[in-house]
């Protein structure tokens, strides 16, 4: 009898949530189409066009920088497609090395030296407490005022340093060739690290594998009757050949991981913060390098409490790469940003705009999710 | 909201017979009839809602776009495009002082005036088809004729656009120009590196800095910018080619065409008073003893100016009074009276061999 009635009670209960769930459910789909019908039926009235048709037109302008071939003939999909692409190149390896540079960082700030101890301090709180705009902005004045083209800075001739960028030497590959070998070497160290091969030998091998790859690629597959090396030489008002990685892109780079690596730098300063006393002064009984301590024991036991906060520092350098139109990098920001003026299909390209960085941000949380719970101890 | 044809031009039919002046009051009054709500001065919606908010909301820019749209240390703005603005505000509110300048990028300024966050754009701003018809925007009568041109450091001894092949051309973002430039250097089968920059701040140190090799902007914003901001203007050529000639207007939402009116005939009324002379300093005195009807009719001395737009018939006076003349703008703004001395060329009236001309004023 009294059974019955608690199983009643749960069944009802039940019920009770799930009504309450569907109707929530409808009531917000029937908010965002009204929204949306709202939205069209305003803007009709108002006698703007709507809808994703001046996707398949011509541009008509240009922009400063993108990976692959553009013209002023490109259709605004593939315009955007290229500042999703800048932005997500930007916002990679901004994440890679302020990774990297993060943990090196957060590494000295635990130090137990006073004086790299405060050195680290010093950078955290500069590059920290400074807006990421405005560390941009004044990277970039100081980039721009380096000699100009003409009067570049050289390096044998080879490597040349100037206001338009950094312009070094490069193999003398066709772009999808490029993009095939560097995907492989991508390929290479995923399958390298997925089959645990220690850190140190796994780089070496990667290493040497790189390099070979490249040496026979550039040999065998240059384009007919070119050299094996392209290197830049100034021809008129620029410079032709090797490779060129623009001011705009380096002044990017360098200012978002800055910025970002003294933010990471705190999240790994915490982590190692967390690792117990006793587990380090473990390792000192026994004997354990410095070094060993903390490759073994601090940072293998840091990482559980780094990788979740970590995480939300790439979702934030990612999007810190719309700054990009402060200094005249074409990032996705810049481009959406434009193209809402030259077209004025506002609502779309900020859709479009939000739904691409939802896309990035969330797959980077999924990702992270993945790594946290393949650290996690098992008995923990 | 008013219906579009209780607008009717019946006052512009003098001369076209007397039937058509019958057609236009029966349809008057039939419009009348059916819509009671509304007046023969057919006030526009746009211009009670600025009424009943007492001030005037017109469109800055996000620095100095010096010469139309500038602010100074004081946060004071001046330009032409703010002076327009004002004449339009004391035509409406009948106190300059009542504009309010929001700063605006060149990006925001469409969809602000979409959202209402301001009532007009007068902001360099060129008419353009797509603007015209997808925007939902409407143009004024164009006040100014600039096109765009190619400013470019003397060091690199070119005097057209063809010897920039390979270099890197500066613009701002979001603008005509950006097309207008790319445009032209794909049909003269130039290859250039385009950088756009959000702030003319920004723009100006990055070709300041040699990091652009040529800045591509309106003419006279570059000859503004060559006379007053540079230390050495010899050190910098601007370019022969001519890549456009626009059109600049005031931009308005479509749908308000009593607001339309009101922009065109502020515009118009200013360039009439230039041309029969009435200033700031002698408003006073013509409308004491206009020498002529048009005079008395434009200052309101004989009513009729301001029933038409259903504001008052002084407002005209008013304006002048306060902003002075066509002429007296520009020449405070670009010309003799400012620090860039701009010849008016085009920007003169038609009778002083350029192309402003103002619609009859009957």
């Known amino acids: 009898m009294d059974m019955t009635t608690t199983e009643d009670l749960r069944a009802r209960s039940r019920r009770r949530k799930l009504i309450i769930q569907t109707l929530l459910l409808a009531v917000t789909v029937i908010a965002i189409l009204g929204a949306v019908r709202s939205a069209q039926q305003n803007l009709a009235a108002l006698g703007i066009t709507s809808g994703f048709g001046f996707l398949d037109r011509a541009t008509g302008w240009d922009y400063s920088f993108s990976l692959v071939e553009r013209s002023i003939d490109d259709p605004y999909w593939r315009t955007l497609l290229v500042g999703f692409g800048n932005t997500l190149f930007v916002g990679f390896v901004s994440i890679f090395l302020s990774t990297i540079l993060g943990l090196i960082i957060g590494t000295a700030r635990d130090s137990a030296h006073p004086a790299i101890n405060a050195a680290a301090t010093v950078y955290v709180q500069i590059f920290r407490n400074i807006p990421l705009i405005l560390q941009a902005v004044f990277l970039y004045s100081v980039l721009i005022h380096f000699p100009g083209p003409r009067q570049a800075v050289t390096i044998a001739d080879a490597v040349f340093v100037s206001n338009r960028g950094l312009m070094m030497p490069g193999l003398n590959l066709s772009l999808g060739v490029a993009l095939g070998l560097l995907l492989t070497l991508l ?33 065998v597959l240059r384009p007919e009757g070119g050299t094996i090396l392209s290197i830049p030489e100034l021809k008129g008002l620029r410079f032709v050949g090797g490779i060129t990685v623009p001011v705009e892109l380096v002044a990017m780079i360098t200012s978002i991981t800055l910025y970002g690596s003294a933010y990471i730098a705190e999240v790994v300063r915490g982590g190692l913060n967390q690792v117990p006393r006793g587990l380090t002064e473990a390792g000192q009984a026994l004997g354990l390098s410095p070094g060993a301590i903390w490759g073994r024991i601090k940072v293998p036991m840091a990482l559980r409490s780094i990788v979740p906060p970590l995480g939300n520092q790439w979702i934030f350098i990612m999007k810190a790469t719309t700054i990009g139109i402060a200094i005249g990098y074409s990032d996705l920001f810049y481009i959406v940003s434009n193209s809402i003026t030259q077209s004025g299909q506002t609502l779309e390209l900020i859709f479009l705009l939000m739904a691409a960085f939802l896309l990035v941000n969330f797959s980077i949380a999924l990702f992270v999710n993945w790594l946290n719970a393949r650290l996690q101890l098992k008995a923990h | 909201m008013l219906h579009v044809n209780t607008y009717v031009p019946i006052y512009r039919t003098n001369k076209e017979g007397i039937m058509k002046s019958l057609i236009a009051i029966g349809a008057t009054v039939a419009a009348l009839t059916t819509l009671s709500a ?43 495009d703010i002076d327009l603005c004002r004449a339009l505000t004391t035509a409406i509110l009948g106190d300059p002082e009542k504009a309010q300048i929001v700063p605006l990028s060149w990006a925001q300024r469409f969809p602000a005036l979409q959202s209402g966050d301001v009532d007009v754009i007068i902001k360099a701003t060129g008419w353009t088809m797509g603007r015209d018809t997808e925007l939902g925007l409407q143009f004024s009568l164009p006040y100014f004729f600039g096109g765009t041109q190619i400013m470019a450091h003397g060091d690199l001894g070119i005097t057209d656009a063809t010897g920039l092949e390979g270099g890197t051309v500066c613009v701002e973002a979001g603008t005509t120009i950006e097309r207008i430039v790319a445009n032209y250097l794909q ?5 250039t590196n385009n950088i756009s920059y959000e702030s003319a701040a920004e723009l100006r140190s990055a070709y300041l800095a040699n990091r652009c090799d040529a800045f591509a902007a309106w003419g006279p914003f570059l000859a503004v910018l060559r006379a007053t901001e540079i230390d050495n203007p010899d050190a910098h050529v601007i370019l022969n080619d001519q890549l456009s000639s626009e059109p600049i207007a005031a931009a308005m939402r479509q749908g308000d065409d009593g607001f339309v009116d009101m922009v065109n005939w502020t515009i118009a009324s200013l360039l009439i008073a230039e041309e029969e002379g009435i200033t700031s300093a002698n408003v006073d005195e013509m409308v004491a003893n206009p020498p002529n009807p048009r005079v008395a009719r434009l200052l309101g001395v004989e009513p009729g100016m301001g029933e038409r737009l259903g504001i008052r018939d002084t407002w005209a006076r008013e304006m002048i009074a306060a902003v002075g003349n066509f002429g007296e703008i520009y020449d405070r703004n670009l010309g003799e009276g400012s620090p860039y ?18 619609p009859i004023l009957d």
């Open chain 1, 187 to 219: 390929a290479l160290a995923v399958a390298l690290i997925l089959r645990k091969v220690p850190l140190l030998r796994g780089f070496g091998i990667w290493l040497a594998t790189s390099v070979l790859l490249c040496a026979v690629t550039a040999v």
């Open chain 2, 38 to 80: 509304t007046t023969a001065s057919a006030q526009s919606a746009t211009v009670t809602q600025i009424m009943e908010r007492g001030t005037m909301l017109c469109s800055g820019h996000n620095g100095s776009y010096f010469g139309f749209v500038e602010v100074n240390d004081k946060n004071e703005w001046k330009g032409l």
């Open chain 2, 187 to 191: 049909t003269i089968g130039v290859t």
């Open chain 2, 341 to 358: 001395k701009l010849e008016r060329g085009l920007n003169n009236l038609w009778s002083h061999g350029g192309v402003l001309y103002a």
